[in-house]
């Protein structure tokens, strides 16, 4: 070892060929011993071929291979005695080398703070047995996106926490969940009691969709056991409930329902959206399964697409395998993007919950505006019933109001709105509001309307997490009659 470090030039490391200049050590500044890059330096070898993997030494197990793989080892292995560089004259390929290159994953030792993007389509695999038993679940792993993803796995694992569930699956959309739950646990002849008052898409589900297959629903008031119960018949597989029901804010009582419904031997599922795990959790008070839209409050900001089952492991099983033969599922970056949300949820659902309470006690009485539901409102049907199940007395962000003039004030009242936003969806940080007779319950004609709790001057507001007065100056005045 010198005086100093140095400048010097030495043999190049590549495939044997031209010299390369590099840094050296010696006295002062001088020549030394380099290591450098030659003329055609390679960086990586093949990936194991079949023969290979069939030589691979006994002590190499599948488990700490697969623990390698997971703590970032990198699959394309780095070149050895045994295994040359990947350039030979029988594969120089620029092109074979740029992807084999860019495919490399990181060793990351250290743990990220947010769980990865998994952005891809398939994974590798060591053998054909392995691909086998990661299509069929009989081994931990991922195989293929449609059947699952790491960043999935993640998000389904946290919502599976929060909800109290012990098998989680995510979906493309809260309607592929709804849908996976539907088809998993009825065939032709069987029949599905939906709630009056329910979210315009199950309406569609249940009459442009289940008929066609042979599937019956019965539409009745779900805060009336007397009416479910007379309901129920020897074909009856499942009662569906929003724990806040879409549009109208009905509260549903799931203890009471699961025990009318377990002693008839029929199971519950639960659509959490409204609510989310923050505010409620259905399969503690009774219900089989739960659904969520994950685009709405657990997404929290109107840029992600999403759903989510969760229950028992066989029932969500179930629900996956109609998933994975249907297409419906979700994508990483939108599992992200939940995972992300869920992060601020508690804190959100505090914010929503006291803004819509402040908001929907200034609109009671207002000018203009007929009736105010809202469960946290003393005067909501169910207001007892939401504080005594109900988290921390915290009612949601969701209301409806019923407008004076029908139709043509619903219209004036959304023309009018400076804060809020005329939007369909819901659940997110900015203040969403909607005409559910030509929205989310279109479908519907004025009976029909009238028979869920609604009119054509329903209007649904989505409170989001502005500052209350704000919300309370644009909706109170934009809700004032024509003079």
Excluded: C
Aim: aromatic share 4%; proline share 5%.
């Amino acid at each position: 070892m010198g005086d100093g470090d140095g400048v010097g030039v030495g043999e190049g490391v590549g495939d044997g060929v031209g010299e390369g200049v590099g840094l050296g050590v010696g006295d002062g500044v001088g020549d030394g011993v380099g290591v450098g890059s030659g003329a055609r330096v390679m960086t990586m070898a093949p990936a194991l071929t079949r023969t290979a993997r069939r030589m691979r030494p006994a002590n190499v197990s599948r488990p700490a291979r697969d623990l390698k793989r997971f703590m970032g080892g990198p699959s394309y292995r780095l070149p050895s005695a045994d295994r040359p560089l990947l350039d030979s004259p029988a594969m120089p390929g620029f092109s074979t080398r740029a992807i084999r290159a860019a495919s490399r994953a990181p060793d990351a030792p250290q743990p990220p703070v947010n769980v990865p993007i998994y952005q891809t389509s398939t994974f590798e695999m060591a053998d054909a047995d392995e691909l086998a038993e990661l299509l069929a679940f009989e081994r931990p792993g991922h195989s293929y996106s449609r059947y699952s993803n790491p960043t999935h796995a993640a998000l389904e694992e946290a919502l599976g926490e929060l909800e109290g569930a012990e098998a989680a699956l995510i979906t493309a959309s809260g309607m592929a969940a709804m849908h996976s739950v539907v088809l998993s646990l009825l065939a032709s002849g069987d029949e599905i009691i939906v709630p009056r008052a329910v979210y315009g898409g199950m309406v569609s589900l249940t009459t442009s969709i289940l008929e066609r297959s042979g599937m019956r629903h019965r539409a009745v008031d779900t805060t009336d056991p007397a009416q479910i119960q007379a309901a129920i018949n020897v074909r009856t597989r499942l009662i569906w409930l929003e724990t806040i029901s879409n549009p109208t804010t009905a509260v549903a009582d799931i203890e009471s329902v699961a025990n009318l419904a377990h002693a008839h031997g029929v199971l519950v599922a639960v659509d959490n959206t409204f609510a989310s795990p923050a505010i409620v959790n259905p399969l503690s008070t009774g219900a089989d399964i739960v659904v969520h839209s994950l685009t709405k409050y657990i997404g929290g900001h109107s840029d992600l697409m999403g759903g989510a089952v969760l229950g028992a492991a066989d029932r969500v099983a179930a629900a996956r395998h109609v998933v994975i033969n249907a297409g419906g599922n979700a994508a990483p970056f939108e599992a992200f993007l939940a995972l992300r949300g869920l992060k601020t949820l508690a804190l959100r659902m505090e914010r929503h919950s006291a803004n819509a309470l402040a908001v929907a006690d200034a609109l009671q009485g207002a000018p203009g505006v007929a009736r105010v539901l809202y469960p946290g409102l003393a005067s909501h049907p169910q207001h007892a019933l939401a504080m005594r199940t109900f988290r921390a007395g915290m009612a949601g962000g969701m209301l409806a109001i019923e407008l004076e003039g029908g139709r043509a004030h619903g219209e004036r009242f959304l023309d009018r709105l400076r804060v809020a936003v005329h939007a369909t969806s819901l659940g997110s940080v900015e203040t969403l509001v909607s005409h559910p007779a030509s929205s989310s319950h279109r479908q519907l004609d004025d009976e029909e309307l009238a028979a869920g709790g609604m009119s054509t001057g329903t209007m649904r507001i989505s409170i989001g997490i502005e500052d209350a007065a704000d919300l309370i100056e644009d909706l109170v005045g934009a809700a004032r009659p024509v003079t």
